[in-house]
């Protein structure tokens, strides 16, 4: 069995949405599509601040320094 490389937070995201759900539009939303902007929000971050790095390096980079 494998174990993921990289976790992300994925429970009590505050999350926009459509009345009448939520307070004032917002709610407290958990599952994995709450944690998929988390991760590639840091990889974009990672690309913008390093373009010649390889989808490799990016990961290693992640994984190595996460705690």
């Known amino acids: 069995m494998h174990k993921p490389d990289v976790a992300a937070p994925g429970v009590k995201i505050l999350a926009a949405t459509l009345p009448p759900r939520g307070y004032n539009g917002f709610q407290l939303m958990s599952g994995t599509s709450m944690a998929a902007p988390h991760v590639s929000g840091i990889v974009a971050l ?8 390889s989808p490799t390096a990016i990961k290693s980079a992640l994984v190595t320094t996460g705690n």
């Open 46 to 53: 990672l690309k913008a601040a390093r373009p010649h790095w």
